[in-house]
Structures are given as C-alpha cells and as structure tokens.
C-alpha cells in the first residue's frame, strides 16, 4: 500500500518560491509585448577562417627487432704449423739369421792365384814291368835303378782344370857322367803332347845334389776334359853304383789367370 510522503517546508524555501514566481510571472508579460515589435532574423554570417594545424603526434614506439643475418663465410685454411721435433734413435733390433751365402763373385783384378803340387818318387813305376828298380826307403836316396841300363819311369800328375801351368824342376842326385831326361806331358786315348822338358846334359856336372827346371811351357792351360797329365823319366845307370844317380821329387808350379 502506497504511503503518502509527508511534505516539510522550511519557511526560507517557501519565501524564495514566492520571490521565483513574481519574477518569472513579470518576464513572460515582458516578453510577449517584445514579441510584437521585433522584424524578421538576418542571413548567417560566413563561416569562419580554418583554425591553425594542431601539433604534431608523439613519436611511435621502437620497432621489432629484424631477423639475425646470414651465416658468415668459412675462414680460410691457417698455414701449416711448423714440423715436430725429431724422435729419439730406437733400440738395436735383434741379429737376423744368417742367409744363404750368394753367389761366387768374379774374379777380381790383382796378384794371381799360384798353387803347385809335389810328386814323389814312390809315385814312378818302371815303363816295362820287367826292369829292375827301387825305391829306397832311406831318407834321401829316392828312387833307384838297378838295371844297369837306361830305363823310364812314368807317374801321373793330377792338376786343376784350368790353371795355367807356369813351371816344372826336377831334384836329383847325379854322380856319374851321364845325365837325366825330364819329361811333362799330356795324353788321351789316341796322341800326346810335350808340355815341357829338361834335363843335366851334358853330364859332366858338378856332383852330388842338384835341380833343373823347364827353358819353356807349351799347352800350357791345363784341360783335364780332354787330357791325362803325366811326368816321364829316362833314367842313366851307373857301372859303379846305382846309388850314383837318384831322383827324389818333381814340382810343378801353376797359376790362375788374373
Ligand atoms: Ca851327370
């Protein structure tokens, strides 16, 4: 239910709403009897001249950051650096085995290689096996004749394929007036050659203890594939004592071409 609201007035109020009526009750009466006497409204000015330009805006926010740049390009090679230093000598490695020995060299230049051999009397046997010699076993004495003529003893010589021979001496003992042959020579099957000879002629020597050797050597290179090699004896006989002539040994000296 709606309730009237109980109105209160001061007494100032109500003096001023009096004051306010008579006033404005006087200017409505004014303002019609004006109304009578005022002409038409005139024409509108012209507009007004344009205002001057405003000021200039605040400066705008900082932009984004751009996008990071490209890669860079890959620097070039540096220069070589500067060579270590040399390392220390390693250990003594252990001895290898021996290897096979190599191949003969060639003959080198210089002294030639010399040899000889030595044949004794007791290799000499009689060219006839029936002629009578000995071969003395006292030291010195040699080999005898007993025959009481001239005979021949042969013995062989065994030389190495090759070698050059360069010399031949015989060592006997002769005390009569007759003299000894020496014979070195070479055979095969069908012929033989003189490689050298000597001998005391004429005979009439000085006695005792004496030696000759060859005045030349032919066929000289010994060629053991084709020949045998032997020494050959005419050996005189005494009429006094077969101890007058003796022969002991025969050398032949060699040598290796240089
Ligand atoms: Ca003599």
New binding site residues.
């Given amino acids: 239910m709606r309730k009237i609201a109980a109105v209160s007035i001061t007494t100032g109020k109500f003096v001023a709403g009096i004051v306010i009526a008579i006033l404005v009750s006087s200017a409505v009466s004014v303002g019609f009897s004006m109304m009578l006497a005022i002409g038409p409204e005139g024409p509108q000015g012209e507009t007004g001249a344009t205002g001057a330009t405003g000021l200039q805006g605040p400066k705008g926010d900082i932009g984004a950051t751009g996008p990071a740049g490209a890669t860079g390009a890959t620097g070039a090679t540096g220069a070589t650096g500067l060579q270590g230093p040399k390392g220390d000598k390693g250990d003594t490695g252990a001895t290898g085995a021996t290897g096979p020995p190599g191949p003969e060299g060639e003959r080198g230049f210089g002294m030639p290689q010399q040899g000889n051999i030595s044949i004794g009397y007791s290799e000499f046997i009689p060219s006839y096996n029936n002629e009578m010699v000995k071969y003395d076993e006292i030291f010195g004495r040699g080999l005898l004749n007993l025959a009481g003529s001239k005979i021949t003893f042969i013995a062989p010589v065994q030389l190495p394929h090759g070698a050059k021979i360069t010399n031949g001496t015989f060592y006997f003992y ?1 005390n ?4 000894f042959i020496f014979y070195f020579g070479r055979s095969n099957q069908t012929y033989g050659d003189t490689i050298g000879n000597t001998d ?1 002629f004429p ?3 000085t006695p005792g203890y004496d030696h000759v050797s060859f005045s030349s050597i032919n066929h000289a290179i010994v060629d053991n594939n084709n020949y045998y090699y032997w020494l050959w004896i005419v050996f005189p006989a005494s009429s006094i004592s077969y101890l007058y002539y003796r022969f002991q040994y025969a050398l032949i000296e060699y040598e290796f071409p240089a």
């Avoid at 009569?176 to 003299?179: I, K």
């Fill in positions: 002769d009569d007036d007759d003299f005391n005979g009439l020597d």
